[in-house]
C-alpha cells in the first residue's frame, strides 16, 4: 500500500508539490484564457518556474478578478460542468464556480481524506446539519466525501434543534457536522425539553466556520463553553472556502488544519506580497491542484493565518495551519488596538444572556474605526447589560466597542437577509 504523502518527508512532499505545479501551470496555460494572458503580459515563462519559492515571480489572481473575469477562468466548455456554485460572497459579490465530474470527485477524496483525519471511518454515521442546496458547495462535498469513504451520513440541514434531537434519538449518529455556535443552542434546548445529551451517542463534533482554538491551539471561549457543558465529545475544527476546493481539517490532536498536499499550495504572505516566516502570521494565498474547470493560481483569500511545518504528534508531516485570526479586510483599528471579528464574537457568543447580535464597522471623525455591537437578549439579567458588556470586551481584547440593546427581532433581520446562505454578524460601512 503507497504511504500518504502526508506522511512523507517535507522534501519529498515539496518535490512532490512542485511537479504537480508544473503540470498546473501548463493546464491552465493551455486552457485559461485569463492565465495565458497573465502569463502573456507579464512575460512569463512557465518553464521557469520549477520549485515552490518561483511562485513570487507571478503575479496574485484576487476576488475582483474572478468577478470582473469569471468567464475566462473556466477552461472547459459549458457542456462539462456539472454542478453550478457560487461563493458565499462574505468579501463581496459572490462568484460564479463550475465543477466537472472530475471536480465533483476530488471534492469527494478531499472530504473523505478530512473526515479520517478526524477520526471517521466506514462504520460512522454523521448527522449533517449544513445546507447541501442554495448553490453550496461545502454541503454537497461533504456528502459526497462521506459517501466516497462508505459511511453513513444523515443529511438533515440547519437550524431546528428539535428535528436534530429527534433524528439523534432516532438515527443515533456518532458524529455532527455543523457551525460551532449551533451546538449551544443545541445543548440549551437539550436542557430545556430534559434530553440526556451527555449520554446521547454523540461522540464528536466536526466545526465548520468559525474557530474553535487560539492560537496556542486551547480551546477559545466558544470551544471552551461547548466542552464544559458537553465534556464526552471531542472538537474538531475546519477551515474551507469554494475557491480552494480543498479542507483543512484538525486530527485528533487538534493543532491546526492539515493540508492535503495534493490537492492545494499553501503561502502565507505578509503586507508586502512576500512570503513570511513559518510561524508568523499572513495573509493565506493558495494555488489549487488537479481541479479542471476553474483552477486558481495565487489566489489571495483575505484569511489570516499561520503555517506550522514541524510534524504533529500524530505523524503527518504535512504542513498545518492555525486557526485564523480574522480576514484581511475586515481587520479593525479599535481606540490603537488592532483585531479581528473573531475576538468580538467570541465574548458575545459566550455571554449567556445574550441571544443574537450584529457588529458594525464605520469610520470615525478622527480616521480610525468606530465598532458598534447591537445585541439581542434572551432575558433582563437585572443589572446594567451595556457596562456589564463592555467589561466584558476589556478583559477579553482590552478595548470596548459602543453597544447597544436591541430586540431580538430586529437583530434576526439583519442576521438572516432573504438571500443569504450565512448568518450576517459583521457589517462593514467604512469607505475604502
Known amino acids: 500500500m503507497t504511504m500518504d504523502i502526508e506522511f512523507k518527508t517535507p522534501e519529498e512532499i515539496k518535490a512532490y508539490q512542485e511537479e504537480l505545479l508544473h503540470k498546473a501551470l501548463e493546464y491552465l496555460n493551455g486552457n485559461s484564457r485569463y492565465y495565458r494572458r497573465m502569463f502573456s503580459e507579464h512575460g512569463i515563462d512557465i518553464g521557469e518556474i520549477r520549485h515552490l519559492e518561483d511562485l513570487e515571480r507571478i503575479p496574485f489572481t484576487e476576488k475582483k478578478d474572478l468577478q470582473i473575469y469569471n468567464d475566462d477562468f473556466c477552461c472547459v466548455p459549458r457542456s462539462k460542468i456539472i454542478d453550478y456554485i457560487t461563493t458565499s460572497g462574505t468579501l463581496g459579490e459572490p462568484v460564479l464556480f463550475g465543477c466537472t465530474d472530475a471536480d465533483l470527485e476530488r471534492l469527494a477524496y478531499n472530504e473523505a481524506k478530512s473526515f479520517r483525519c478526524a477520526g471517521l471511518d466506514e462504520n460512522s454515521v454523521l448527522q449533517l446539519m449544513t445546507t447541501i442546496d442554495k448553490r453550496f458547495m461545502a454541503g454537497l462535498a461533504y456528502f459526497l466525501g462521506l459517501r466516497k469513504m462508505g459511511a453513513g451520513v444523515i443529511r438533515v440541514g440547519n437550524g431546528i434543534p428539535e428535528l436534530q434531537w429527534d433524528t439523534v434519538r432516532r438515527f443515533r449518529p456518532d458524529a455532527i457536522m455543523c457551525v460551532p455556535s449551533f451546538i449551544l443552542k443545541l445543548i440549551e434546548y437539550a436542557e430545556a425539553h430534559g434530553i440526556d445529551y451527555r ?58 488544519g492539515h493540508v492535503h498536499p495534493e490537492l492545494i499550495i499553501v503561502e502565507i504572505i505578509g503586507e508586502d506580497g512576500r512570503p513570511v516566516p513559518d510561524g508568523e502570521p499572513g495573509e493565506v494565498v493558495v494555488t489549487t491542484l488537479g481541479v479542471e474547470a476553474m483552477p486558481l493560481l495565487r489566489f489571495r483569500t483575505g484569511d489570516i493565518s499561520v503555517k506550522h511545518t514541524q510534524q504533529c504528534a500524530c505523524g503527518r508531516r504535512s504542513y498545518r495551519l492555525s486557526p485564523l485570526l480574522g480576514r484581511k479586510n475586515n481587520m479593525i483599528k479599535l481606540k490603537g488596538t488592532t483585531l479581528y471579528p473573531p475576538a468580538i464574537n467570541d465574548v458575545l457568543d459566550n455571554t449567556e444572556y445574550i441571544d443574537n447580535y450584529v457588529v458594525i464597522v464605520r469610520n470615525s471623525d478622527a480616521g480610525t474605526d468606530d465598532v458598534l455591537v ?16 463592555k467589561d466584558r470586551f476589556r478583559s477579553r481584547i482590552r478595548v470596548a466597542p459602543a453597544v447597544e440593546i436591541c430586540p431580538v427581532a430586529e437583530i434576526a433581520a439583519i442576521n438572516f437577509p432573504a438571500k443569504s446562505r450565512k448568518p450576517v454578524k459583521f457589517i462593514d460601512e467604512r469607505k475604502k
Open 199 to 256: 449520554n446521547s451517542s454523540i461522540k464528536k463534533i466536526i466545526g465548520i466556520g468559525e474557530g474553535l482554538r487560539e492560537q496556542d491551539f486551547s480551546l477559545n471561549l466558544l470551544g471552551r463553553r461547548i466542552h464544559e457543558k458537553w465534556p464526552e465529545v471531542q472538537l474538531y475544527a475546519t477551515y474551507s472556502s469554494t475557491e480552494m476546493g480543498a479542507t483543512f481539517s484538525e486530527c485528533e490532536c487538534g493543532c491546526g
Open 374 to 389: 447591537k445585541a439581542g437578549l434572551k432575558y433582563d439579567p437585572g443589572f446594567d447589560v451595556v457596562k456589564e458588556l
